[in-house]
């Protein structure tokens, strides 16, 4: 099963993570439409990406978008979720110090906004249809003052299980990187960033930074995997195992 001919639809895809897919589903011959909050940010990655690309934009916050964003796709073969916001949850806090209307928001793109996107996705996938979602490590490594983000991580992977008997056939998937090296690192100062990345992956078998391209491989594996479903597939350079 490839995805020549196939029609790709990738939310999250106009930067990191979800461009590299976008990308690599066209080399192997798909048409892919991106979706993203900013129309600029479409039109600029459509252009990047070739005639085999178009797009749109969708606030994955706001079912009617979400909705109205799927009515204009129309049929097509795969989802790929990549979006993602941590919003006020960057910095770690005590749970006795969290407002948590604020830590609410975490949820807000990537657990509820996929749940939107599946929501009014699905009833325009084809047959041998498949979704891939996007979870994070912390899910499996915890660290002191991010308990809600734990939590959220962890509960896309149980969603994952959950969609894959409720939906199939149409296979459900997730793709749990590791420290990937994406626009998000842009917030650090440069003069300090590649110390933090090189403290971040030096315990791991692969110890250095993945790249985006490196774990695109992982949703294009997904997409084309016919006998799996309900899986959540390291992509990580080994950080899980040590």
């Known amino acids: 099963m490839g995805l020549e001919g196939k029609r790709v639809v990738v939310i999250g895809g106009s930067s990191g993570i979800g461009f590299a897919v976008a990308r690599g589903a066209i080399a192997d011959g798909a048409e892919v439409v991106v979706g993203s909050s900013q129309a600029a940010n479409v039109e ?16 994955v916050r706001e079912e009617p978008s979400v909705e109205a964003f799927f009515a204009g796709v129309g049929p097509f073969d795969h989802l790929v979720y990549t ?3 941590w919003g006020p949850m960057r910095t770690p806090r005590a749970i006795t110090e969290t407002d948590l209307a604020a830590a609410s928001e975490l949820f807000a793109v990537r657990y ?3 749940l939107a996107a599946i929501k009014h996705g699905v009833p325009h996938l084809r047959d041998g249809g498949s979704i891939v979602l996007t979870n994070g490590r912390i899910a499996h490594r915890p660290r002191k003052g991010t308990p809600i983000s734990t939590a959220m991580a962890g509960g896309i992977e149980h969603l994952t299980r959950g969609l894959s008997v409720d939906l199939a056939p149409i296979r459900v998937n997730a793709v749990c990187p590791g420290a990937i090296r994406t626009e998000v690192w842009n917030s650090i100062p440069a003069e300090t960033r590649e110390a933090q990345l090189r403290q971040m992956t030096s315990r791991q078998p692969i110890a250095r930074v993945g790249e985006p391209n490196e774990v695109a491989e992982a949703y294009l594996y997904l997409m084309k995997a016919g006998y799996t479903t309900g899986q959540i597939l390291h992509v990580d350079g080994g950080g899980s195992v040590v």
């Not at 600029?44 to 606030?59: D, E």
Request: glycine residues 28%; without cysteine; positive net charge.
């Open 83 to 85: 979006a993602g916001d």
């Open 112 to 114: 509820w906004g996929a």
């Open 44 to 59: 600029a990655v459509t252009g990047k990406l070739g005639n085999r690309a178009s797009g749109g934009a969708v606030n």
